[in-house]
């Protein structure tokens, strides 16, 4: 009979060898034979590679009793008549032996796995640490999972709040399912993870009713472990983020539980990986928001003409203060024929991006009609039809007033659209409203605008036209309006330069405790 290679005790371990080589140095008149009994028959053990065995004539024979492992005896042959021979004792001896060799191996086997689980987690932190993206490292650290677990095939898939899907990042081994998958989707074991915050371990070939899906699907009898992609903010509570998913073992086994908490300390790795890659990318896109909203804030400013090369006569000075990047008060400037000054404040009914759109619009329309059609009136009338799609499509409304004023005839002709905000100052501090003539553009379609006029001469008067910006944020000292105090404040320092007149206005609107939004601040003044 030859000896067969039987891997759990072949080569016999070292101390086992010893302690049966000790007892035949001790027992010179005796010999030893170790047997492992299989369905096959029985294998010699000890000596090693003995090849006599035919030859070998039995001797006296014990069991050595093993908790596991292949049956084994020890048989004894003493050539002489040897006394105080305990083969009983050597037997128990050599089971102990065994037994505590067993579990060494065993342990040994342990460690080995748990070296290369902790080795597995910090190449993947390496990986992680060095690699920006997220997609770029999942297919390293898919083959480096599937080689230590023994998986034929991995994937990742990524959830994005934005459609609600799950995504496939990375993939490795077979294809399967390239998604996306809803995250709803009843018949998928990816969303089912997902959703339930569950790991799902199947035996080879089961199934789910409740999941008939399975992604990527097995071949065969392939077994499956899925984990979700957790990630649990310092402060804050968890949240599920992706899955990963191992199909098919190497060794044809399931995964077991071992392998389940692995696959879980994995997966939180990339979990605190995405998360901090969607913050990176968040942070990004805030930085070149407010990159783009700087930029809209200094070409809407860039829009507005600048007062100090608008030269005299007459004097003007103008301020405009976004509540926003962006907002939606203006005011325009015209050098028209004959002498005339066009001036012009408008503040549509919002402020950001949209009321922005409309002042553009505005300013664009007016700049043109302002040259082409003269009177005031007429230029609101076509202004109006140039923005009313736009307005009712914003559901949007904009005041706006519009001045020219002739030094020559000594008059200010003006059409105000529902502006409340207009004064005249005289020379002498007294303060004329020049109300409005027709309602806001935007509330509704109407084709003949109003006009007034009034006098206008070169001994001082002053124009001053603003929105509800300043006035809302305007102390009213018991006047009972805020506009009433600014305009009071404007008459008393009349005869002051007018970017000091600003200067007073909107320091003291922005020192005023008020409780009211932010709105965009917007002043011009034209002194003869």
């Known amino acids: 009979m030859k000896t067969t290679v039987l891997t759990d005790l072949t080569p016999l371990p070292s101390t086992v060898v010893a302690l049966l080589d000790a007892f035949c140095a001790a027992h010179p008149g005796a010999e030893l034979r170790l047997w492992a009994e299989h369905d096959q028959g029985q294998v010699c053990l000890y000596p090693a590679n003995d090849e006599a065995v035919e030859d070998w004539s039995p001797g006296t024979r014990y069991q050595v009793e093993m908790k596991d492992g292949l049956p084994l005896a020890l048989e004894v042959r003493a050539l002489d008549d040897i006394p105080g021979i305990d083969h009983g004792f050597l037997a128990h001896a ?54 230590v677990l023994g998986a034929r095939r991995a994937s990742l898939w990524v959830f994005d709040a934005g459609d609600n899907l799950l995504h496939i990042a990375a993939s490795v081994g077979e294809d399967g399912l390239r998604g996306p998958i809803a995250v709803d989707d009843h018949e998928s074991a990816t969303a089912w993870v997902f959703r339930e915050r569950q790991a799902l371990n199947l035996e080879r070939g089961a199934v789910l009713p409740t999941v008939p899906r399975l992604e990527p699907r097995p071949s065969g009898r392939e077994a499956f472990l899925s984990v979700p992609i957790n990630y649990t903010p310092p402060n804050g509570t968890t949240r599920t983020v992706g899955v990963i998913t191992l199909v098919g073992r190497r060794t044809n086994v399931r995964f077991t539980a071992g392998d389940s908490r692995l696959l879980s300390a994995i997966a939180s790795q990339i979990g605190a990986a ?255």
């Open 94 to 147: 050599l089971a102990q032996v065994l037994h505590h060799e067993r579990e060494a191996r065993s342990a040994a086997r342990e460690l080995t796995e748990r070296y290369e689980e902790i080795n597995l987690l910090y190449f993947i932190s390496e990986i992680l640490a060095s690699v920006l993206s997220v997609p770029d490292a999942a297919t390293r650290i898919l083959a480096e999972v599937a080689d």
């Open 274 to 528: 995405l998360e901090t890659q969607r913050l990176v990318r968040d942070s990004l896109r805030q930085e070149r928001l407010m990159r783009e909203l700087e930029l809209a804030h200094d070409l809407q400013l860039k829009l507005l003409p600048d007062p100090d090369a608008f030269e005299g006569p007459p004097e003007v000075a103008a301020r405009c203060l976004p509540a926003d990047s962006v907002g939606g008060d203006f005011y325009h400037l015209f050098r028209l024929p004959n002498d005339r000054v066009g001036i012009m404040i408008g503040d549509v009914s919002s402020h950001g991006f949209s009321a922005a759109l409309i002042m553009a619009l505005t300013m664009s329309a007016v700049a043109i009609y302002a040259q082409e059609s003269g009177p005031p009136a007429e230029v609101l009338r076509h202004v109006h039809r140039a923005l009313i799609k736009e307005l009712e499509t914003t559901e949007m409304y904009l005041t706006l007033f519009y001045g020219v004023i002739d030094p020559r005839a000594g008059r200010l002709a003006y059409a105000n659209a529902g502006h409340p905000h207009a004064f005249l100052v005289s020379a002498d501090g007294r303060r004329n409203r020049l109300g409005a003539t027709s309602p806001p553009l935007g509330i509704a379609k109407i084709e003949d605008y109003g006009e007034d006029t009034v006098d206008w001469g070169s001994d001082g008067s002053l124009i001053c036209l603003f929105t509800d910006g300043l006035t809302d944020r305007y102390p009213d000292r018991g006047a009972g309006a805020g506009e009433a105090s600014l305009i009071a404040d404007v008459a008393g320092v009349r005869d002051q330069p007018l970017s000091a007149i600003l200067d007073l206005v909107f320091t003291t609107a922005a020192g005023a405790a008020v409780t009211t939004p932010a709105d965009d601040r917007t002043a011009l003044l034209v002194r003869g």
